[in-house]
């Protein structure tokens, strides 16, 4: 089992910065691929950005590219997700997740938090 929590979220405008954290506790965090998801009111949740065991291997949504940076902390149990460049289309709970070496889709959710960007 892995728990976890993020927190970073807030209400910034368009062009502004954030950077979400998620905290991991529980099984070992280095043997998890991580992702970040974010869901806008009214839409389905989307995939935004994920990295490797180690960090070494990132991959980002097309919508992200160029603007979101993920990146992790093994030593802290900790993902990050900087935020650049926010744009109002940005807004939507974010939320962080585990998936386990094998397994298909992601196996441990966080909570999520609120990201607003205004206009």
């Known amino acids: 089992q892995v728990q976890l929590v993020e927190s970073g979220g807030g209400l910034v405008q368009a062009g502004g910065s954030l950077r979400l954290s998620c905290a991991a506790s529980?099984?070992?965090?280095?043997?998890?691929?991580m992702g970040w998801f974010r869901q806008a009111p009214g839409k389905e949740r989307e995939f935004v950005a994920q990295?490797?065991?180690?960090?070494?291997?990132?991959y980002g949504a097309d919508s992200v590219k160029g603007r979101f940076t993920i990146s992790r902390d093994n030593a802290k149990n900790t993902v990050y997700l900087q935020m650049n460049s926010l744009k109002p289309e940005d807004t939507a709970v974010y939320s962080c997740?585990?998936?386990?070496?094998?397994?298909?889709?992601?196996?441990?959710w966080g909570q999520g938090t609120q990201v607003t960007v205004s206009s």
């Open positions: 529980g099984r070992a965090f280095s043997l998890y691929y």
């Open positions: 997740a585990a998936r386990s070496a094998g397994a298909v889709g992601y196996d441990f």
């Open positions: 990295i490797s065991w180690g960090g070494g291997s990132t």
